[in-house]
């Protein structure tokens, strides 16, 4: 275990529901991230929050809402989506945006959009 | 934006043989990460080279900086069914940016 946990681990919705994947970190760090991950693609990071503010959001469509509490904990809200955003939703953690730290993954959810 | 590469995109070995994966950037790295995700798993953080021509082993596990920090290379020795997985590098173009991670190279080790 990495001290990130993330769920639900899978999550089939159609197109007009809404939905919401949780990630918690227990391992006292400032910054946390939200990556896609594809079959075909690299890891595409698509928000980050440092200090519970929101620092990056990678041209990431409006139907992916991120929502940060506090430090620990960190939210993706979905609604209407494709199914092209069928994927690996990986949260990550790390002491501190830019300080170059490593990442922590949690273990992910896979999404399936029917 | 800013790219990291990564060859080859497969690799098929049998076991014992050896393996080596490359990073490459057409802009220097401040410095690059290795990164680790098992079949059905998530990445775990390898190693980070910082400096030039730096070079840090992990036992099988040989991690090398170029000297123009534009390319990193990872060469596992005498490959074991357990280094199964994809391997990803993770590099940062500039201090105060993000890590930017290569496509992987996935591994399969033949027993």
């Known amino acids: 275990e990495t001290g990130v946990t993330q769920t639900p681990r899978h999550l089939v919705m159609g197109m007009t529901n809404k939905k919401s994947l949780k990630c918690e970190q227990h391992l006292g760090h400032n910054a946390m991230y939200w990556y896609k991950q594809s079959a075909k693609k690299p890891l595409e990071l698509m928000f980050v929050y440092n200090f519970k503010e929101q620092t990056e959001n990678n041209s990431v469509p409006s139907r992916f809402s991120p929502e940060c509490p506090n430090s620990s904990h960190l939210f993706l809200h979905l609604h209407t989506l494709q199914p092209e955003d069928s994927a690996l939703y990986l949260c990550?953690?790390?002491?501190?945006?830019?300080?170059?730290?490593?990442?922590?993954f949690g273990p992910g959810t896979r999404l399936t959009v029917l | 934006g800013q790219q990291v590469m990564q060859i080859p995109q497969y690799q098929h070995v049998q076991e014992g043989e050896d393996f080596t994966t490359y990073c490459n950037s057409s802009?220097?790295?401040?410095?690059i990460q290795w990164y680790k995700q098992r079949p059905g798993g998530h990445p775990v953080f390898l190693i980070q080279?910082?400096?030039?021509?730096e070079v840090k082993k992990q036992k099988r596990l040989t991690f090398q900086f170029g000297e123009a920090k534009k390319n990193s290379s990872l060469h596992i020795t005498a490959t074991q069914t357990t280094d199964v997985g994809t391997y990803f590098c993770a590099g940062r173009h500039n201090y105060g940016q993000n890590f930017v991670f290569g496509p992987g190279t996935r591994l399969s080790v033949l027993p």
């Open positions: 080279l910082v400096k030039s021509g």
């Open positions: 802009t220097t790295l401040s410095n």
């Open positions: 990550a953690s790390s002491q501190e945006f830019l300080a170059g730290d490593e990442q922590f």
